[in-house]
């Protein structure tokens, strides 16, 4: 991937598009691109692959929205939350779904505990991060909204009663986004 990224950063260079002096910060940006890229396939592709298409999508996009104002866990390199997204959304779609789909009130209960717990502690701020006190507020609003935004998807769903599993790939979502906002919490405290 690097020869390609390379590829078009010096084409781009050569074409006048970006100064030289940017070379760095582009291959950077096309590189994080590719990578989103990539993992939308693989994600869509097990959704296919599971018969979990829109669920899939759903839960991709409560998910990232969340994680954009939220932070939290990151891996030590761009591979490894690659590997351990896949492997993880895996579990997700060929096992823990079956367990706590026929669960609808625990799915329910989850989605609230992990959503309050999601208002208490987000967004984390950290070294790499570094957030003002304005940026914090700002982050805590948008995710007040996508929480918001993702209750009243759970309580149409509930009302047009449209298959559970969408609510159980909500709370997924949640509990996912939540356990990635405890874990800096709890090694900070070790």
Known sequence: MNRIINYIVEKMIE???I?????????????IFFL???GILIFLSIGVISNYLLETVVF????SSLRTYT????SNNRLMCFIESTILYLL???YLVKILEPLYILNIILSAICSIVIMIYAPINSEQINLSDEEIKIHKFKIK?????TLIINIII????????????????LILDTILILIPKIMTKN
Do not use: P
């Open 145 to 149: 909204k996508i929480l918001l935004i």
């Open 71 to 74: 932070n939290g866990y990151h």
């Open 19 to 31: 100064q030289k002096k940017y070379k760095n910060d582009y291959k950077y940006g096309i590189e």
């Open 15 to 17: 074409k006048n598009i």
């Open 158 to 173: 509930i009302i047009v009663n449209i298959k559970s599993v969408f609510i159980t790939f909500i709370t997924f979502a």
């Open 36 to 38: 989103k890229v990539i």
């Open 92 to 94: 997700i779609t060929m």
């Open 60 to 63: 991709y996009i409560v998910f």
